[in-house]
């Protein structure tokens, strides 16, 4: 028998404690071992430990001899959470990771992802080096050598096919900094044709959004759910996606007694903590939330004040909601109507409530209405603007809010400008560029202000007749900055496209779908970029806050930084003195710190301009500061004195006048110097005769009390603040107004003087506006229900049918209206009766190349899997966990998609779910071997999206995978 | 002194698997070894509950006790530990234990298992702390360091608790007081034919 370990000499804090009070202790068996010469490595090693101030390796494996571990703040990678990882590294290893106990956002939790994220530095699947494709036959190549290839080819497709014939994917995992060079890269090649994740994510919210109360996003916080008494989930499965926001979830719900309530057509793992579940049929969004607002309506359970002070239109909403009775609703969705009833008087008695969505909402043809229609279930309680309730839009990646803010985007520039000719002058005074030379570089001014190629729609840019695609040429080349391709539905379109494409660049840790996917034997190019713990920069977590990062340990292998790949490329094309103008490059790197100030200095309207890298250090170093449920600091402390954790966007102002963020969005209870704010007034002063501005609603201690337009120059001047003005900022206002300097609006004045003065009057420089509950410019101004282009119930199809094509829709036609169509004539419906699904899985994240090559992640899931109801299993005679073969109304004939079933009640009859990770098996074909040797990911498997079908919402160019059919039979 | 003691908050689980992710993180373990496992109830139906599960440490370990080579031992803290140097890969303690915590590196017939591998708590082996001969063997020794395991310190929700009995379940009924509803737990139906209404 062992003899216990009590004789232990103390409980040890640190190991230099222990080493300290050994060394003056007496001949114990560790003094024995060293001087006996035995187990010499190791001890030897503890032996040589420098003492003072140096903290040992106290996780993973015990540091190097002599080495001094040093502890880094990073933040995840994954979800847009916004963990903070602590990591500790010794000679330039990351041997240890720690929780992270003072963040406010995750308070030392992970997920499985986030537990695991110092795999990702090990590399061993990552790309190395730069390679080619030579023949068929990947090869090493150098970096200059691939960056001079590369541009020269461009400018061949450049002079041939215009500038537009390049796609600038970029990515949601940048950094703000690494998106806005991608950003202003494509603006300086000449093309809007750069897009990234959030078109596939939450291209729908964002538009949806910002036509209601004016900035497309989350208007609260994960850490404010806390507060809420009602708490709804619609298509987000945040037990799996946000794995650490149910943290606050939870734990809200416990302290509250709150209703959970979640709305999915599977019975997902959040599901299963919710205190109510609703089952829905997929695609059915808006007959739902119209049934719920139909009992709200019924029974006046509406908030009158709310609605009458702060939106605008309620009435046609009205109107469309008396369409849906129950009995349609349950016609249609198959809903009950005393459930929603119940649900419904929930949401709009037991307040604060809060509504929360995520992809299952938002793609799908119909999605911009799907949002919409929340938004006006959320203004019709009066939800939105205070504590506890709001719009909590779950963001999927990491950076995908703040890429989304720097518009890496197809219809913007960065913050949400637009492209119209202000916009772009407006940035061209931000870079100190001529308009003219910059318009030079498209093909003309009218392409320069049109939006760009969606990414859900590139390939059909690549491969229809040249006619139909509107602009000079089809697609010539994609440059791919961390994307995967099988995120994207319609994957034989795209394998394809990407055999006709001229040129593939893809720049990543890994060679992704992109690479492996497609028969291409010439003109590919892998670029290995490190991840983001090897750069630093800062990020914006779903609510709105930025956290700056450090770099954690030097880029691996071969790898660079996306910042150092943009600045290498533009000087290879002679761009990189007029994009860098204002930019300290160092050994061929943009500092990032530099690139945060020229955001800054740019980023008036979205409030990008408060958050110095000075403060967002400054917050990190004071994590400790910020409350959990509030996310201010003390007035009093140090450095972040109140503010919000993260300086939430908007951050009014410049650095120096000190805005604390926004908590909550539109909260008229703050002063707006304190993070309030009202709906902004962007889209005029009237509308058919009735006005668009609040009426006897205003933030706390306005001067000005009611509704108001945003401020000019002009409106300073009526009001007499104008002399509150600085010098130096009248100077400003007056040298970018030119002749007309009463014209120049808060968002384009870059001496923040404007936003500053307004503040001191206690109004916002926005406007005090109506939300609406009509949006006039949008496809359907009203949500309507629209059948999912291959819907299981053809019979509905007459009464709601999908929208009208559309020759030229982002550049390339939208038929979708005829696919409907000639699904319902043949019968598709018959052949393939099981409505497809898609979602996610924990361990893995978003195409997956990142995770499926973490050892840790992927031992958990090793197989790609479809979920089918016992009962149509038994039809199908399909055992659990057998292989099973799945086809689509797209695939060609005889192909199909070899995965295991998962026999579960989870998914309803009629019903199938597939994770949308999986890539690397195409129809049944096992790709490992066209991966370059090494870097094939550990698990492959089918993707969804070789199964999904046509259907683009047509404000967005959204994709559809969360609503289509397929057929399973056994294999 | 503090006896060592995990909690699984089975209304808080989400089957995040951070705790199996931290756990290969902090320790190195190798593919096809699960120190620690999420276990679903009833999954994907209504009432699905899951679990984390490692090594219970147990008071009175029925692995201990079946040992032919007496490889275990209990701690001042209440951690069972065990040997892996006096470890012979025979299984009787994988038969006896009611968890499934041990894991064997091999998979064959006739012994060779190899040593087992378990969940430590985070406290290592019988060698000196924090020395490379202990990491190698069982991993790094975060109670020696005054930390707690790592995976319950990264637990996404704060269901998995570790730390001293006393202290985690008092946490735990502050919990249950405050949710006002039967704890929810794994079993707790079992034990008292309680339906749980959440």
Same mark, same amino acid.
């Given at each position: 028998?062992?003899?216990?370990?009590?004789?232990?000499?103390?409980?040890?804090?640190?190991?230099?404690?222990?080493?300290?009070?050994?060394?003056?202790?007496?001949?114990?068996?560790?003094?024995?071992?060293?001087?006996?010469?035995?187990?010499?490595?190791?001890?030897?090693?503890?032996?040589?430990?420098?003492?003072?101030?140096?903290?040992?390796?106290?996780?993973?494996?015990?540091?190097?001899?002599?080495?001094?571990?040093?502890?880094?703040?990073?933040?995840?990678? %994954?979800?847009?959470?916004?963990?903070?990882?602590?990591?500790?590294?010794?000679?330039?290893?990351?041997?240890?990771?720690?929780?992270?106990?003072?963040?406010?956002?995750?308070?030392?939790?992970?997920?499985?992802?986030?537990?695991?994220?110092?795999?990702?530095?090990?590399?061993?699947?990552?790309?190395?080096?730069?390679?080619?494709?030579?023949?068929?036959?990947?090869?090493?190549?150098?970096?200059?050598?691939?960056?001079?290839?590369?541009?020269?080819?461009?400018?061949?497709?450049?002079?041939?096919?215009?500038?537009?014939?390049? %796609?600038?994917?970029?990515?949601?995992?940048?950094?703000?900094?690494?998106?806005?060079?991608?950003?202003?890269?494509?603006?300086?090649?000449?093309?809007?044709?750069?897009?990234?994740?959030?078109?596939?994510?939450?291209?729908?919210?964002?538009?949806?959004?910002?036509?209601?109360?004016?900035?497309?996003?989350?208007?609260?916080?994960?850490?404010?759910?806390?507060?809420?008494?009602?708490?709804?989930?619609?298509?987000?499965?945040?037990?799996?996606?946000?794995?650490?926001?149910?943290?606050?979830?939870?734990?809200?719900?416990?302290?509250?007694?709150?209703?959970?309530?979640?709305?999915?057509?599977?019975?997902?793992?959040?599901?299963?903590?919710?205190?109510?579940?609703?089952?829905?049929?997929?695609?059915?969004?808006?007959?739902?939330?119209?049934?719920?607002?139909?009992?709200?309506?019924?029974?006046?359970?509406?908030?009158?004040?709310?609605?009458?002070?702060?939106?605008?239109?309620?009435?046609? &909403?009205?109107?469309?909601?008396?369409?849906?009775?129950?009995?349609?609703?349950?016609?249609?969705?198959?809903?009950?109507?005393?459930?929603?009833?119940?649900?419904?008087?929930?949401?709009?008695?037991?307040?604060?409530?809060?509504?929360?969505?995520?992809?299952?909402?938002?793609?799908?043809?119909?999605?911009?209405?799907?949002?919409?229609?929340?938004?006006?279930?959320?203004?019709?309680?009066?939800?939105?603007?205070?504590?506890?309730?709001?719009?909590?839009?779950?963001?999927?990646?990491?950076?995908?809010?703040?890429?989304?803010?720097?518009?890496?985007?197809?219809?913007?520039?960065?913050?949400?400008?637009?492209?119209?000719?202000?916009?772009?002058?407006?940035?061209?005074?931000?870079?100190? &560029?001529?308009?003219?030379?910059?318009?030079?570089?498209?093909?003309?001014?009218?392409?320069?202000?049109?939006?760009?190629?969606?990414?859900?729609?590139?390939?059909?840019?690549?491969?229809?007749?040249?006619?139909?695609?509107?602009?000079?040429?089809?697609?010539?080349?994609?440059?791919?900055?961390?994307?995967?391709?099988?995120?994207?539905?319609?994957?034989?379109?795209?394998?394809?496209?990407?055999?006709?494409?001229?040129?593939?660049?893809?720049?990543?840790?890994?060679?992704?779908?992109?690479?492996?996917?497609?028969?291409?034997?010439?003109?590919?190019?892998?670029?290995?970029?490190?991840?983001?713990?090897?750069?630093?920069?800062?990020?914006?977590?779903?609510?709105?806050?930025?956290?700056?990062?450090?770099?954690?340990?030097?880029?691996?292998?071969?790898?660079?930084?996306?910042?150092?790949?943009?600045?290498?490329?533009?000087?290879?094309?002679?761009?990189?003195?007029?994009?860098?103008?204002?930019?300290?490059?160092?050994?061929?790197?943009?500092?990032?710190?530099?690139?945060?100030?020229?955001?800054?200095?740019?980023?008036?309207?979205?409030?990008?301009?408060?958050?110095?890298?000075?403060?967002?250090?400054?917050?990190?170093?004071?994590?400790?500061?910020?409350?959990?449920?509030?996310?201010?600091?003390?007035?009093?402390?140090?450095?972040?004195?109140?503010?919000?954790?993260?300086?939430?966007?908007?951050?009014?102002?410049?650095?120096?006048?000190?805005?604390?963020?926004?908590?909550?969005?539109?909260?008229?209870?703050?002063?707006?110097?304190?993070?309030?704010?009202?709906?902004?007034?962007?889209?005029?002063?009237?509308?058919?005769?009735?006005?668009?501005?609040?009426?006897?609603?205003?933030?706390?201690?306005?001067?000005?009390?009611?509704?108001?337009?945003?401020?000019?120059?002009?409106?300073?001047?009526?009001?007499?603040?104008?002399?509150?003005?600085?010098?130096?900022?009248?100077?400003?206002?007056?040298?970018?107004?030119?002749?007309?300097?009463?014209?120049?609006?808060?968002?384009?004045?870059?001496?923040?003087?404007?936003?500053?003065?307004?503040?001191?009057?206690?109004?916002?420089?926005?406007?005090?506006?109506?939300?609406?509950?009509?949006?006039?410019?949008?496809?359907?101004?009203?949500?309507? %229900?629209?059948?999912?282009?291959?819907?299981?119930?053809?019979?509905?199809?007459?009464?709601?049918?999908?929208?009208?094509?559309?020759?030229?829709?982002?550049?390339?036609?939208?038929?979708?209206?005829?696919?409907?169509?000639?699904?319902?004539?043949?019968?598709?419906?018959?052949?393939?009766?099981?409505?497809?699904?898609?979602?996610?899985?924990?361990?893995?994240?978003?195409?997956?190349?990142?995770?499926?090559?973490?050892?840790?992640?992927?031992?958990?899931?090793?197989?790609?899997?479809?979920?089918?109801?016992?009962?149509?299993?038994?039809?199908?005679?399909?055992?659990?966990?057998?292989?099973?073969?799945?086809?689509?109304?797209?695939?060609?004939?005889?192909?199909?998609?070899?995965?295991?079933?998962?026999?579960?009640?989870?998914?309803?009859?009629?019903?199938?779910?597939?994770?949308?990770?999986?890539?690397?098996?195409?129809?049944?074909?096992?790709?490992?071997?066209?991966?370059?040797?090494?870097?094939?990911?550990?698990?492959?498997?089918?993707?969804?999206?070789?199964?999904?079908?046509?259907?683009?919402?047509?404000?967005?160019?959204?994709?559809?995978?969360?609503?289509?059919?397929?057929?399973?039979?056994?294999? | 002194?503090?006896?060592?003691?995990?909690?699984?908050?089975? /209304?808080?689980?989400?089957?995040?698997?951070?705790?199996?992710?931290?756990?290969?993180?902090?320790?190195?373990?190798?593919?096809?070894?699960?120190?620690?496992?999420?276990?679903?109830?009833?999954?994907?139906?209504?009432?699905?509950?899951?679990?984390?599960?490692?090594?219970?440490?147990?008071?009175?370990?029925?692995?201990?006790?079946?040992?032919?080579?007496?490889?275990?031992?209990?701690?001042?803290?209440?951690?069972?530990?065990? @040997?892996?140097?006096?470890?012979?890969?025979?299984?009787?303690?994988?038969?006896?234990?009611?968890?499934?915590?041990?894991?064997?590196?091999?998979?064959?017939?006739?012994?060779?298992?190899?040593?087992?591998?378990?969940?430590?708590?985070?406290?290592?082996?019988?060698?000196? /702390?924090?020395?490379?001969?202990?990491?190698?063997?069982?991993?790094?020794?975060?109670?020696?360091?005054?930390?707690?395991?790592?995976?319950?310190?990264?637990? @996404?929700?704060? @269901?998995?608790?570790?730390? /001293?009995?006393?202290?985690?379940?008092?946490?735990?009924?502050?919990?249950?007081?405050?949710?006002?509803?039967?704890?929810?737990?794994?079993?707790?139906?079992?034990?008292?034919?309680?339906?749980?209404?959440?």
């Amino acid at each position: 028998m062992l003899i216990k370990r009590t004789e232990r000499e103390a409980r040890r804090g640190m190991l230099a404690a222990s080493l300290a009070s050994q060394s003056g202790g007496g001949f114990d068996r560790r003094t024995f071992l060293r001087r006996s010469g035995l187990a010499a490595g190791a001890l030897a090693a503890i032996g040589t430990l420098p003492l003072g101030g140096v903290r040992k390796a106290e996780a993973g494996p015990p540091a190097p001899p002599g080495a001094r571990v040093t502890t880094t703040k990073a933040v995840c990678t %994954h979800c847009s959470v916004g963990c903070t990882v602590v990591a500790e590294v010794a000679n330039g290893v990351w041997i240890g990771q720690e929780p992270g106990w003072d963040s406010p956002l995750n308070r030392g939790s992970h997920c499985a992802k986030g537990a695991a994220v110092r795999e990702l530095v090990h590399g061993d699947r990552r790309l190395r080096y730069p390679i080619k494709m030579v023949n068929g036959q990947w090869t090493r190549v150098s970096w200059d050598q691939a960056i001079n290839e590369i541009g020269d080819k461009l400018v061949a497709i450049r002079q041939k096919s215009g500038p537009d014939a390049v %796609h600038w994917l970029g990515s949601a995992k940048f950094s703000n900094e690494g998106a806005y060079l991608n950003r202003k890269f494509a603006a300086f090649w000449g093309t809007n044709n750069v897009d990234h994740q959030a078109r596939i994510c939450h291209s729908t919210t964002v538009t949806g959004v910002a036509n209601t109360w004016g900035y497309g996003a989350q208007t609260n916080s994960y850490n404010d759910i806390r507060n809420a008494k009602t708490i709804i989930f619609m298509g987000s499965n945040a037990a799996e996606a946000h794995p650490v926001s149910l943290q606050h979830v939870l734990s809200g719900k416990e302290l509250n007694r709150a209703n959970m309530i979640v709305f999915d057509p599977r019975m997902t793992r959040t599901a299963a903590h919710a205190t109510e579940y609703v089952r829905f049929r997929s695609g059915t969004d808006i007959p739902v939330v119209w049934g719920m607002l139909w009992h709200i309506f019924q029974n006046k359970w509406e908030d009158e004040q709310f609605i009458k002070q702060r939106v605008f239109g309620m009435d046609d &909403v009205r109107k469309e909601v008396a369409k849906w009775t129950p009995d349609e609703v349950e016609r249609v969705s198959g809903v009950p109507g005393e459930q929603l009833k119940r649900v419904a008087e929930m949401f709009a008695k037991q307040k604060p409530s809060t509504f929360i969505w995520c992809m299952g909402a938002t793609q799908h043809t119909v999605s911009t209405a799907n949002v919409r229609a929340f938004c006006n279930l959320i203004l019709a309680t009066g939800n939105v603007g205070g504590v506890g309730l709001g719009a909590n839009i779950f963001r999927g990646h990491c950076n995908v809010q703040g890429a989304t803010d720097l518009g890496l985007d197809i219809v913007t520039l960065p913050l949400y400008y637009g492209l119209v000719e202000g916009a772009w002058r407006h940035w061209c005074r931000v870079w100190e &560029v001529d308009y003219n030379w910059m318009q030079a570089r498209f093909v003309s001014k009218p392409m320069m202000e049109a939006p760009g190629i969606p990414s859900t729609r590139w390939f059909d840019a690549a491969t229809l007749p040249k006619d139909q695609v509107a602009q000079q040429d089809n697609l010539k080349a994609m440059v791919v900055f961390g994307h995967g391709g099988n995120t994207i539905t319609r994957m034989p379109k795209a394998a394809e496209g990407i055999e006709k494409l001229e040129l593939l660049v893809v720049a990543d840790p890994h060679p992704t779908t992109w690479a492996a996917l497609s028969e291409r034997k010439n003109d590919t190019y892998l670029l290995p970029i490190c991840t983001q713990f090897e750069c630093s920069g800062s990020r914006t977590a779903s609510n709105r806050s930025l956290q700056w990062y450090e770099r954690v340990v030097a880029p691996i292998f071969e790898s660079k930084t996306d910042y150092e790949v943009f600045y290498l490329l533009a000087k290879k094309l002679g761009l990189a003195e007029q994009m860098f103008k204002n930019i300290k490059v160092e050994n061929n790197v943009p500092v990032a710190e530099d690139l945060l100030r020229e955001i800054n200095r740019g980023g008036f309207s979205t409030g990008y301009c408060g958050q110095s890298p000075e403060r967002l250090k400054a917050h990190m170093r004071n994590q400790d500061k910020f409350d959990l449920v509030s996310l201010r600091a003390p007035k009093d402390a140090p450095e972040v004195g109140g503010d919000y954790y993260g300086l939430p966007w908007p951050c009014w102002g410049t650095p120096a006048i000190r805005h604390p963020g926004t908590h909550q969005l539109y909260n008229t209870n703050l002063h707006v110097k304190d993070g309030g704010g009202t709906f902004r007034a962007r889209f005029g002063l009237e509308y058919q005769g009735k006005t668009l501005l609040a009426e006897g609603s205003y933030s706390k201690d306005s001067e000005l009390k009611d509704g108001y337009p945003e401020f000019t120059y002009g409106v300073l001047k009526k009001l007499g603040w104008d002399k509150d003005l600085a010098d130096a900022e009248r100077a400003t206002i007056e040298r970018i107004g030119g002749p007309n300097p009463d014209a120049v609006g808060w968002a384009i004045d870059l001496s923040g003087g404007i936003q500053r003065v307004c503040l001191e009057h206690g109004v916002i420089h926005y406007g005090n506006g109506k939300a609406r509950a009509n949006a006039w410019n949008l496809p359907d101004p009203i949500p309507t %229900h629209r059948e999912p282009i291959y819907t299981p119930r053809p019979d509905l199809v007459a009464k709601y049918p999908t929208y009208p094509d559309v020759k030229a829709q982002f550049r390339v036609p939208n038929i979708g209206f005829s696919v409907q169509k000639a699904a319902v004539d043949k019968g598709v419906a018959k052949e393939f009766p099981l409505i497809l699904t898609s979602g996610r899985l924990v361990e893995y994240e978003g195409g997956g190349e990142e995770t499926r090559s973490n050892k840790w992640l992927a031992e958990l899931q090793q197989d790609a899997f479809i979920e089918i109801n016992p009962a149509d299993a038994a039809a199908r005679n399909i055992q659990d966990g057998a292989w099973v073969l799945v086809s689509g109304p797209e695939m060609a004939n005889g192909k199909v998609c070899r995965v295991k079933a998962l026999v579960t009640e989870r998914v309803g009859k009629g019903v199938s779910w597939m994770p949308f990770h999986f890539a690397g098996w195409f129809q049944n074909v096992d790709q490992r071997g066209k991966y370059p040797p090494g870097t094939d990911p550990i698990v492959l498997g089918e993707s969804v999206n070789t199964i999904t079908t046509y259907g683009f919402d047509p404000a967005t160019g959204m994709q559809e995978p969360k609503a289509t059919l397929c057929q399973i039979r056994a294999a | 002194m503090a006896r060592m003691k995990f909690l699984c908050d089975a /209304d808080r689980c989400i089957e995040c698997n951070a705790c199996v992710t931290a756990c290969k993180n902090e320790h190195e373990v190798p593919w096809g070894i699960n120190r620690r496992r999420v276990v679903t109830l009833n999954d994907g139906k209504p009432g699905e509950r899951s679990i984390s599960m490692a090594c219970m440490h147990c008071t009175d370990a029925p692995c201990q006790a079946v040992c032919p080579t007496n490889a275990f031992y209990t701690t001042a803290d209440g951690v069972v530990l065990h @040997s892996k140097d006096i470890c012979i890969g025979c299984g009787y303690c994988f038969y006896a234990c009611p968890f499934g915590a041990p894991q064997y590196p091999r998979v064959g017939n006739f012994g060779s298992r190899g040593k087992m591998d378990k969940c430590t708590f985070c406290a290592g082996g019988p060698e000196a /702390d924090n020395t490379v001969a202990e990491y190698a063997q069982y991993g790094t020794n975060r109670l020696a360091e005054g930390k707690l395991p790592l995976c319950a310190e990264m637990c @996404s929700t704060k @269901s998995l608790l570790a730390g /001293d009995g006393d202290i985690i379940a008092a946490i735990y009924k502050e919990r249950v007081t405050k949710r006002g509803y039967g704890s929810g737990a794994w079993g707790w139906k079992t034990a008292y034919r309680e339906t749980i209404a959440t």
